[in-house]
Every structure is written in structure tokens, then in C-alpha cells.
């Protein structure tokens, strides 16, 4: 069934994650991240923060999250759901040119965000310098 008005960007968001096929391949995903207690996990393109508690859960208190979107609005929202929760850090940023220092990340993830991006060549090289040897980047592209 199709809508005949175009959807608020979170709850349409929010709704897609918590489907049957939303969250199957969520899980897969983090599956896949094989996250260890302690590491530093980034999710790229967080939108509202939809999947950052789940990554708090798998990291632990002695890991971090960090959630990067360039949409201040879904900044804005994922760190309204994450207060509290002291190992979230969410910033404004461009998978393009994140604001960390090499090799600073072990796990990363990207959910339906390089079809979105200008470059996405670009953004996967900025991806790999962030990322610590031996780190994984897990990405879906469901769409």
C-alpha cells in the first residue's frame, strides 16, 4: 500500500526498523560487526538513533558509540534518545571527512547511507583510515 503524503523522515525510519524485514537485517548486521566489549563502534549515517542503544548494549559501558549524521534535525533526535547514556557521543558530520584521528574505531556500520553520499569511493577510503587494523565495517543497503 502506497502513501499519499510523504512520511515524517523519523517515524517512517522508525517504522522501517521495527518491521519483520527491518529487523532481520538489523540483527544480521550486528551479527556481522562481531562487537566486543570495550571497542569503539561508529555508526555512520545514524539517522535518529534508532540502532545506537543497541550498539551501547553490544559495546558495553567500557566501549563507546559514535553516531555521525549531516542532517541536524536527526542529530538533534538521536541525541534526545541517547541523554543518559554516557558512552554516546552523536555529532553533525559527512561520512566524507569525519572528525576523528586514523585508526581510531574498531567496528563501523552504515545503514542505507552510500547510496545517499556524493562520493561513495571517497567515503569508504575515509571509512578505512578511521578504521584500527584488524577493524570491520559492516554496511547495508536494504533499499
Same mark, same amino acid.
Given at each position: 500500500m502506497f502513501e499519499t503524503a510523504k512520511p515524517d523522515q523519523i517515524s517512517y525510519l522508525d517504522r522501517l526498523a521495527?518491521? #519483520?524485514?527491518?529487523?532481520s537485517y538489523k540483527q544480521r548486521m550486528l551479527d556481522e560487526l562481531e562487537i566486543c566489549a570495550g571497542q569503539t563502534v561508529l555508526d555512520l549515517g545514524c539517522?535518529? $538513533?534508532? %540502532? +545506537?542503544?543497541? +550498539? !551501547? *548494549?553490544?559495546t558495553t559501558a567500557t566501549g563507546? !558509540?559514535? $553516531?555521525? #549524521?549531516?542532517?541536524?534535525?536527526m542529530? %538533534?533526535?538521536?541525541?534526545?534518545?541517547?541523554? $543518559?547514556?554516557?558512552?554516546?557521543?552523536?555529532?553533525?558530520? %559527512?561520512?566524507?571527512?569525519?572528525?576523528? =584521528? %586514523?585508526?581510531?574505531? #574498531?567496528?563501523a556500520r552504515t545503514d542505507r547511507v552510500l547510496q545517499h553520499v556524493a562520493d =561513495?569511493? +571517497?567515503?569508504?577510503? *575515509?571509512?578505512?583510515?578511521?578504521?584500527?587494523?584488524? $577493524?570491520?565495517?559492516?554496511m547495508g543497503e536494504p533499499d
Open positions: 521495527a518491521s #519483520d524485514l527491518g529487523r539517522g535518529p $538513533g534508532t %540502532d +545506537l542503544g543497541t +550498539l !551501547v *548494549e553490544a563507546s !558509540v559514535l $553516531g555521525f #549524521d549531516r542532517d541536524q534535525a542529530v %538533534d533526535a538521536a541525541r534526545a534518545r541517547t541523554a $543518559g547514556q554516557p558512552v554516546v557521543d552523536v555529532r553533525l558530520g %559527512d561520512v566524507h571527512d569525519l572528525a576523528l =584521528p %586514523d585508526q581510531s574505531a #574498531d567496528r =561513495p569511493g +571517497l567515503a569508504l577510503a *575515509e571509512i578505512r583510515r578511521v578504521l584500527r587494523p584488524g $577493524g570491520r565495517l559492516v
